[in-house]
């Protein structure tokens, strides 16, 4: 299976490809199906292929009252998916927060509105070398493949944080390889030593670890704690002229982060199951069984400042956002439409 290189880290983000002037001129619509006088109640939609996003959650559970959700295809990654999002082919799209402030720093006109992912005990990506690997320290890495699912994203900045804490100059981070390797090839190309360590998490994480052989580096639960690490984001366009609608969604996934928490794992697998199935994508059910949280760390996935704040001052001393470009991480996102555990929103 073909890996493809990376360019040099210091262009690290820059696949988000979002022009200020493309992005500020407005051409994010507001929604599809808009009824004759009234906010659109249908909301286009990139998913995962084998796996169930918490908006098709939502739905399923009836969370989503009479909003509707309409499939436009996979996405291949979270900054390709909010771009989407940010130039109107869909209407929310989901990425990791460093990739949502890259995008809102070149003028993009989204709000992040509710996390959706995140690191705790259960859910977390491991970097994972194999269990006769010579690779022990973060210095180790130097002159070795990583192996992710796309660069510019989690994963990317996780390895960066790993080896800046080390104490590892520019130079020597510059030799270490992210390679983008599809996450279900992630396995077998660490098992066939076509790169040296392989970032797993989830369902796939669980899968290899099953089969043994392997063990991880480190992890980003283990670098940084519980933390959301991705959010929903919609246009400000959107959001002005699609209020209630914004409000049910952003709620209803809010709910279904909690169902989740609350519900019995074997029942929040057999529900998954069962969503895959009455979708007729022809998409493989075997790896749901490995599904254990969606991560998110705050109630209702209200989002915390502290999940931008984090990536704003990083990434702004990488020089990949000018400093003081975005003056409060406030700016890039608003908890107004999440009703969850206000009354009637529970």
Not at 126 to 155: C, E, W
Request: aromatic fraction near 8%; charge should be positive; proline fraction near 5%.
């Amino acid at each position: 299976m073909p890996v493809t290189p990376t360019p040099n880290r210091r262009l690290f983000l820059t696949l988000l490809g979002l022009s200020a002037a493309a992005t500020a001129c407005g051409t994010a619509e507001a929604g599809s199906a808009r009824p004759a006088g009234g906010q659109t109640r249908t909301l286009r939609y990139q998913g995962s292929a084998g796996a169930v996003t918490l908006p098709e959650l939502a739905a399923d559970l009836g969370y989503l009252g009479d909003v509707k959700l309409e499939w436009v295809g996979n996405t291949i990654s979270g900054p390709q998916d909010i771009q989407s999002a940010a130039t109107g082919q869909t209407d929310f799209g989901g990425a990791f927060n460093g990739a949502v402030v890259k995008l809102a720093s070149q003028g993009a006109p989204i709000k992040a509105v509710v996390s959706y992912y995140g690191s705790d005990k259960d859910a977390y990506s491991g970097f994972y070398v194999r269990q006769d690997s010579p690779i022990r320290t973060p210095r180790d890495l130097i002159g070795k493949k990583v192996g992710m699912n796309t660069l510019g994203a989690h994963s990317e900045a996780m390895l960066d944080i790993y080896l800046d804490r080390a104490g590892l100059g520019r130079a020597d981070i510059d030799r270490v390889e992210p390679l983008v390797v599809p996450p279900v090839s992630t396995e077998q190309a660490l098992r066939q030593k076509q790169i040296q360590v392989g970032v797993l998490g989830g369902i796939l994480r669980d899968k290899a670890l099953t089969t043994g052989g392997i063990r991880p580096l480190f992890t980003d639960f283990q670098l940084l704690g519980a933390f959301s690490a991705g959010t929903y984001v919609m246009t400000e366009r959107f959001l002005k002229a699609n209020p209630d609608t914004a409000r049910t969604f952003v709620t209803g996934v809010a709910k279904a982060i909690e169902w989740s928490r609350t519900t019995p794992r074997e029942q929040v697998v057999a529900r998954f199951t069962e969503i895959v199935r009455k979708r007729g994508r022809q998409e493989d059910t075997a790896a749901l069984k490995y599904w254990r949280s969606y991560g998110v760390a705050e109630t209702g996935g209200r989002i915390d400042p502290k999940s931008f704040q984090l990536w704003v001052d990083w990434l702004a001393e990488r020089g990949d956002v000018p400093k003081g470009r975005i003056k409060s991480p406030d700016a890039l996102f608003t908890n107004e439409f999440n009703d969850y555990g206000k009354g009637s929103g529970n």
